[in-house]
């Protein structure tokens, strides 16, 4: 196995010295060159010429919940499975693929179950289906009549 | 044979594989479930006996299948991290394994006859399956860590069990006693765990043992008590919970409201037996700690106390229940008095009787159905002469009761007498050891007494319930109704534990004076005791070592002539005592209940008080909820509430004003203490203040819970100075 | 295994030289120094010539739609109005930073560039070519997924950190598209590990050849689709149509960036640019060969032993040629992703989810167990050279 | 020369982000402070060659249990104190000054307790000389299916529980 | 620089910073980022003593079945969390006291 230094991550922190490095300078050309005359019409949010009322900061629906609790549970099992999955060529290799073979599918069924519960539940429907009541569907069809 | 953790855990894995399939198809397959249950049982034992009969083709009390792999190694250096789990079977693991497995395996299918018209018949066997193996593994276990893991699995299954008809109230409140109760030993044991470990650096029992060997333990103090006795004693603390020993015998007589072959597993193989089991293990180290006397007290006022409560019940569960702790009390006492094999012997015999005892109780109730109520009939006062409609059953059950009073050429005898034996011996060379002696007699006498009384008022006499008993059909023989008990009956023999076996083959004679259970359990070896603090009641080492060492019939370590003459004779003595105190025994019992001469109800009102007592089970229950909850935890609770909410909220923010407010109090309480209420109502003024002051202020913050913990933890770190 | 661009550079004897040259004068050990500055500069190159992309981006962007709906497109500034994103830029800077009233200033002026530093440190893994590659990191595609993800919270925050209705509603969506999508694509990306054998590039490219046939794209059936599955996640990922719910004009006006003015909005648009280039070299590295050229021309072998070249000189044409392979196919790729752009029409918001988790995610999960199952039943083997073997298998992979 | 530079910014990353998360009161601006501490956590993994635990930090942490976090403050209502339509605060404070009284306590009695221990084992520890830095990767991915293979398998039944748990108590409820 | 002492003042910081966190707020989503300090600071100590102090990579498994867990933690934490709020209307701790009396 070969071993490294840790020069190899000089590259990583030059890059993201230069994005720090590039947003200061970008902002402050744009501080010297650019108008700066504020007012509270300007800082109003955008509301399509609407008053804004309230503050955006408010309840959001669950959904964006669960999907990123799907996501977390999907971005751990990969995680787990990447070194896994890096040795299996060698061992495939030397002809011990079987017990990664087992090993990985049993992890992968488990996988699998989740997203099929999710699934069955209804947790991937972005927009739940939902039936109307008779009367419901009535006043609809009133509605119509009269358009 | 050569065995391995892979040849020895099919035995704790076949259950439990039984159990994982079992959990998830027991809804629809509900009799492929059952029989996944009894067959990986059966397999089980299977596997189980290979191991006995190797033990026994070995024939050695050194022979050890001690196999270990590393759960997680973290150690550097010199400080060691390493975490081992594995196996570790001597003789007594083996025997135990058989007759776990074996008696399990009965209990199984009785089952099947038992429970086949329940609703649950299918989830009783998963929570059965659960609790085998849990059972098993504790057995096999190589340290105490996995001891107390399976510990705890045990308690939720037993939890899951008496509260099986979670319908009934009592039931509810049942396995919620059980599992409190029992998790008051828990948690000492836990605690003996860690201060193991703090010396130790391990946990295995192989460590334990030579770790006391070289005294490692010697001139250790935590709080001003040897170390040794702190964890031995904590540990004993686990067994008084598990086993039901005095005072936390609570919540055992409750346990009965779980199905009676769950009763059965409960209190002959599994969960009583595994408190005893772990004290048997750990003995070097309450030898060590000093605590055999204490142990041996504990056990005498269980055996008798329990014995006594017994007299008095009338459901028949509850007489065996009773029994049961009584039984155990008598284990403790084997443990307490030196009497190792005798002890564990015992464990395998009551294991043995009791089951069959709960199963017959079981058959008779399940044959005695309320056609009112539509429940089935556990009272005595409505049995009676059932002996005609069940035979088989009666058979069954005498030769239990026979066991279990102490006559001769039965197993209850061969073993109860040799602990009373050790306990005489004991007490002729230390008068102190004369209480927990005499206890255990008198408890012998009333064992056989109110066995007898339950015997002679379910089977003997008139019928006193007509209706009842011309309802009750007439005893058909089938297979998994009376394949168990026979087989159990038979195995209350005597003969069968009293007999020498050895060598080649099964049976030879080979140590014609020495019975197998003698020469193959032997204590484990620990080389030197050398912590020779004075023990209580001015009793020292030297002397109750040597003997208590010497008391086994070991030929190895030969007595000299005169001493092995000496305990020869004190046994002997011990053993013709306890014939003539178990006949009296039945012969009082014969007096009252089948000649009727002597009158019980005469005995009642002359002991009334008594009577009264022990129908409440010496207000046990009352003191653990009026006493201990409602007067210690609660206020506790209301303290802890009060230093959270009235000195951590309250002072800290505006810190003056409330304290010259409490100084005002305090003026004021002062004032009314002193001038008004001194002598008329003092106490009582004094408890109705703290009251109204700390029932108002209640507290269920899990912060404050948090920082409670890091104090507990960095005051603990202080004060074992890690 | 392909080293890192200072390891490359090391091997020829002339900066070697100049090493011991600096460590003569300064009276250290100067490698240390040098490798930074050989890092530095090549970072700084790659950085500006991945602005000058994302600049030209967006000029090929107009110029191609433009060109798909038969409309001129930008001619003014500059030849073909080439300039016009230069144009574009000195406007952004002139432009007057607007901070919304209710809004959470810090964050508001994080958010871009968390944007930025997440993409940028995604192009220290980027194998442009053997050589010219800045970090082979041992994790490399796992720590490229790691690093990715900054830039979902930076939409995620720059949606918050406005406090505007429109923001916010773009922000959670963007989040949410970007962290669902990411899970065809790592999972997909794992079947690539599975054959690569190593999370690294270096792994990826050195077990692919240059000639198709040699890809892992053709290794066999369910990398096929694998790629199909990792350039739809891609797409959606980088936020581009057909899955820009969370700038849709027409619904959210602008989304997440709806309150951003003049440069910060020129750093978010800057970083999506960029990352759709990065996530396109990735899909080229991890799927079409990355930076081989076909016959081994890239190691540069043939110039220096045939033809006779002095080292220096035969090798750096080699890595020209990885370099130009290399680019090409993302260029490629990148046509196509703004080639579907204007194709397609925006799909809305539950269809997004429903292609990611009824369809990608279940699919890259059969394609996982199909790569499993064909590496143990074929011994490693590409249908290719399974092919080859049945049929005789004179011209058989090189393996 | 690299290697001190790297630690010392990753440290200071890291101790920066704790300290934010511990003084901010904006619990918005506090998930953003643990970001920070999480890749300077990942900075430092990487500085003892624990290059996966780096990688997976940055995956798993930055990239997965921060958003989810960050999620979590939108579905509770912002980081906006105001009062909602039952009248009850609807974000919860950030602590006032007894609870500041108390985690100071915590904190120097902990602290005190820590550094005993520590100061024990600074005093006995020597370094060696310490081995070259190697991928762990394959060594990690051998170990999973050898060694903790049975870990491993348990962990997607513990996310799976996590899973199908977390679904079902946060799942829209109708009506 | 890069040793053994300076990682556990490390992790030693970052588990006070955990510590000062969990009993200062009362807000639950602002405990459980506490928790995820003190976890990391576990975490960190494992991968520490792996590097200095032992042979063998062990730890870096611990440390990344720590960061697992804390995934799944956090996942399920935050879920009862969202539930608690839905019902309660807030995320206060002190109104989480269902277990008082």
């Known amino acids: 196995m070969t071993s490294y230094t840790l020069d190899v991550y000089m590259p990583v922190i030059i890059l993201m010295a230069f994005a720090i490095g590039l947003v200061l300078i970008s902002v402050f050309v744009a501080q010297i060159l650019r108008p700066f005359k504020p007012n509270a019409l300007k800082e109003q949010a955008y509301e399509c010429g609407e008053e804004p009322v309230g503050t955006a900061w408010s309840n959001f629906n669950v959904r964006f919940y669960v999907v990123s609790l799907i996501f977390i549970v999907f971005d751990v099992e990969g995680a787990l499975m990447f070194p896994v999955a890096s040795i299996y060529r060698k061992f495939v290799e030397i002809g011990e693929g079987a017990v990664l073979v087992g090993s990985l599918l049993v992890f992968i069924s488990v996988l699998v179950v989740g997203i099929v519960y999710c699934w069955a539940k209804g947790d991937l429907d972005w927009v739940r289906s939902f039936q109307l009541s008779d009367e419901q569907i009535n006043q609809l069809k009133g509605i119509e009549e009269k358009a | ?246 005072p936390l015998q609570v919540w055992l007589p409750d346990a009965m409201w779980g199905p009676t072959p769950c009763s059965a597993l409960i209190h002959a193989a599994t969960m009583v037996a595994a408190g005893v089991y772990l004290s048997l293990r750990c003995y070097p180290l309450m030898e060590a700690g000093h605590l055999t006397y204490v142990i041996a007290t504990i056990g005498g006022i269980t055996a008798f106390g329990a014995a006594t409560i017994a007299l008095v019940q009338t459901d028949i569960k509850a007489v065996l229940a009773y029994s049961t702790i009584s039984q155990l009390g008598y284990m403790v006492l084997g443990v307490g008095v030196g009497s190792y094999n005798a002890a564990f012997m015992h464990l395998i015999t009551h294991a043995v009787f009791k089951a069959c005892l709960f199963l017959s109780a079981g058959s008779v109730i399940h044959s005695l159905h ?112 009376n394949v168990p008990l026979l087989i159990l009956s038979v195995f209350t023999l005597g003969v069968f534990y009293a007999g020498s076996l050895s060598g080649q083959g099964i049976v030879k004679v080979a140590h014609e004076k020495y019975e197998w259970f003698q020469t193959l359990i032997a204590k484990p070896h620990v080389e030197t005791f050398t912590a020779k603090a004075p023990q209580a009641f001015g009793w020292t080492d030297e002397g109750s070592m040597t003997v208590s060492e010497k008391s086994h019939y070991d030929p190895d370590h030969g007595l000299s002539e005169e001493e092995a003459h000496h305990v020869h004779h004190v046994h002997h003595i011990g053993a013709l005592v306890s014939i003539v105190i178990a006949f009296s025994g039945v012969f009082i019992a014969f007096m009252m209940y089948i000649t009727r001469k002597w009158n019980p109800g005469f005995w009642v009102s002359l002991f009334s008080g008594w009577y009264r007592a022990l129908q409440n089970k010496y207000y046990f229950d009352d003191f653990y909820i009026k006493g201990l909850i409602q007067k210690g935890l609660i206020p506790l609770n209301n303290l802890l509430a009060f230093i959270d909410m009235g000195i951590y909220d309250r002072y800290a923010v505006d810190g003056w004003e409330k304290v010259n407010r409490a100084m005002f109090t305090m003026a004021k309480w002062f004032d009314n203490i002193i001038v008004d209420t001194v002598a008329v109502d003092g106490t009582g003024a004094s408890v109705r203040f703290f009251n109204v002051i700390l029932r108002t202020i209640q507290s269920g913050k899990i912060q404050f819970y948090f920082i409670m913990i890091i104090l507990v933890l960095t005051g603990y770190i202080w004060t074992l100075n890690i | 295994m392909s080293p890192s661009v200072n390891e490359y550079v090391n091997q020829f004897e002339i900066h070697q030289k100049l090493v011991a040259m600096v460590s003569d004068f300064l009276g250290f050990d100067a490698s240390g120094l040098m490798a930074f500055l050989v890092f530095a500069v090549t970072a700084f190159a790659i950085v500006n010539v991945m602005a000058l992309i994302g600049g030209l981006g967006t000029y090929a962007e107009r110029k191609i739609s433009a060109d798909i709906q038969l409309r001129q497109g930008p001619n003014r500034v500059g030849p073909y109005g080439i300039l016009q994103f230069l144009a574009d830029g000195v406007k952004m800077i002139m432009k007057e930073t607007i901070y919304p009233a209710q809004a959470d200033r810090a ?225 490629a790729l990148y046509y196509v992703v703004i080639w579907v752009r204007w194709t397609f029409p925006r799909i809305r918001v539950d269809q997004v989810m429903t292609i990611c988790w009824k369809y990608l995610t279940p699919i890259a999960l059969f394609n996982l167990i199909g790569v499993v199952f064909w590496m143990y039943a074929f011994d490693n083997q590409s249908l290719w050279e399974i092919l080859s073997h049945l049929g005789g298998g004179s011209h058989g992979g090189h393996h | 020369m690299f290697n001190d530079t790297f630690f010392l910014l990753s440290a200071g990353l890291t101790l920066a982000g704790a300290l934010g998360v511990v003084f901010t009161k904006n619990l918005m601006h506090a998930c953003v402070m643990l970001l920070g501490t999480l890749f300077g956590v990942a900075g430092l993994y990487a500085c003892i060659g624990a290059d996966f635990l780096a990688a997976s930090q940055l995956v798993i942490y930055a990239g997965g249990v921060v958003i989810l976090m960050l999620f979590a403050v939108m579905l509770t209502g912002g980081s906006s104190d105001q009062a909602n339509k039952f009248g009850i605060e609807k974000i919860a404070g950030m602590g006032n000054t007894k609870t500041y009284i108390f985690a100071g306590v915590s904190v120097a009695v902990i602290s005190l307790t820590l550094l005993k221990i520590m100061a024990g084992y600074m005093k006995t520890f020597e370094q060696g000389e310490l081995p070259p830095l190697t991928s762990t990767v394959e060594e990690i991915g051998t170990l999973l299916v050898t060694d903790h293979v049975l870990a491993f398998e348990i962990s997607s039944i513990l996310l799976l529980g996590a899973l199908v748990g977390a679904a079902a108590i946060a799942r829209p409820r109708k009506g | 620089m890069i040793s053994l002492p300076s990682y556990l003042f490390l992790s030693f910081a970052l588990f006070i910073a955990g510590i000062a966190v969990m009993v200062a707020r009362k807000n639950i989503i602002a405990i459980m980022l506490g928790i995820e300090l003190i976890l990391n600071s576990a975490a960190l100590n494992f991968a520490a003593y792996t590097r200095f102090a032992n042979d063998n990579i062990d730890g870096h498994l611990m440390s990344l079945f720590i960061i697992v867990i804390a995934a799944a933690e956090a996942a399920v934490g935050l879920a009862i969390v969202i539930r608690f709020f839905q019902i309660k209307e807030t995320i206060h701790i002190d109104d989480a006291a269902q277990l008082q009396n």
């Not at chain 2, 391990?202 to 490692?216: E, H, N, P, R």
């Not at chain 2, 409505?382 to 058979?395: Q, S, W, Y």
């Open chain 2, 370 to 481: 309320d056609h009112h109520t539509h429940a089935h009939v556990q009272e005595m006062p409505r049995m009676g002469g059932l002996k005609d409609k069940m035979p088989f059953t009666f058979l069954a059950m005498l030769c239990c009761t026979l066991a279990i009073a102490g006559i001769p050429f039965f197993s209850g005898f061969v073993s109860k007498d040799r602990i009373l034996g050790d306990a005489l011996l004991m007490a002729l060379h230390n008068k102190w050891y004369w209480i927990p002696t005499v206890l255990g007699f008198g408890g012998a006498l009333l064992t056989a007494f109110y066995m007898f009384r339950m015997m002679f008022l379910t089977f003997f006499g008139e019928p006193r319930d007509k209706d009842l008993y011309d309802h009750t059909k007439k005893e058909t023989l089938s297979w998994n109704r």
């Open chain 3, 107 to 331: 964050l508001f002026n994080l958010a871009p560039v968390l944007a930025l530093l997440g993409v940028f440190a995604t192009l220290a893994v980027v194998p442009f070519s053997s050589g010219f590659t800045l970090a082979n990191l041992n994790v490399g595609v796992f720590y490229l997924i790691g690093v990715g993800s900054l830039v979902g919270v930076a939409v995620f925050l720059g949606g918050y950190a406005a406090n505007s209705k429109w923001s916010m509603l773009g922000g959670m969506r963007g989040a949410s598209q970007i962290i669902s999508y990411e899970v065809p694509v790592t999972i997909t990306t794992l079947s690539i590990v599975l054959l690569a054998g190593g999370l690294s590039f270096g792994h990826f490219v050195e077990n692919q050849g240059g000639f198709p046939h040699e890809w892992f794209i053709f290794h066999n059936p369910f990398t096929f689709i694998g790629f199909f599955v990792f350039f739809v996640g891609m797409l959606a990922e980088t936020n581009r149509a057909p899955f820009d719910l969370p700038e849709a004009e027409s619904e959210l006006v602008s989304g997440y960036h709806t309150e951003y003015t003049g440069m910060r909005f020129g750093l978010f648009a800057l970083a999506e640019y960029i990352e759709v280039f990065v996530l396109c070299g990735v899909a080229v590295a991890a799927f079409l060969g990355g930076y081989k050229v076909p016959f081994d021309l890239g190691n540069g072998v043939i110039f220096v032993e045939k033809l006779g070249l002095p080292a220096i000189i035969g090798k750096n044409i080699g890595q020209v040629l990885q370099l130009g392979s290399f680019v090409t196919k993302t260029l």
């Open chain 2, 1 to 246: 044979m050569d065995f391995t953790i892979s040849t020895v855990a099919p035995i704790v894995l076949l259950p439990f594989l039984a159990f994982a399939i079992n959990a998830f198809i027991v809804k629809r397959f509900t009799t492929l479930g059952v029989i996944l249950s009894c067959a990986s049982i059966l397999g089980s034992f299977f596997y189980a006996s290979r191991i006995f009969f190797h033990f026994l083709n070995v024939y050695n009390t050194d022979y050890v299948i001690h196999k270990t792999f590393t759960w997680f190694d973290l150690s550097y250096g010199e400080f060691p991290f390493k975490l081992d789990m594995g196996i570790y079977i001597d003789n007594m693991t083996a025997t135990m394994l058989f007759m776990v497995t074996g008696v399990a395996t009965l209990i199984h299918i009785f089952s099947t006859y038992y429970m086949k018209d329940d609703k649950r018949y299918g989830r009783f066997f998963v929570y059965l399956s659960l609790f085998t193996s849990a059972m098993l593994a504790l057995v096999v276990s190589e340290n105490l860590l996995s001891v107390f893991i399976f510990w705890e699995l045990m308690g939720f299954c037993s939890y899951s069990l008496i509260g099986f008809y979670y319908e009934k109230e009592g039931a509810g409140n049942a396995n919620i006693k059980a599992f409190m109760t029992t998790r008051v030993g828990d948690v000492f044991f836990l605690f003996g765990i860690l201060a193991i470990w703090s010396v130790v650096g391990s946990v295995s029992f192989v460590d334990i043992y030579a770790a006391l060997g070289a005294g490692k333990f010697n001139g250790l103090y935590a709080l001003g008590i040897p170390l040794a006795t702190l964890a031995g004693a904590s540990i004993f603390m686990g067994t008084v919970g598990k086993s039901a020993q005095f």
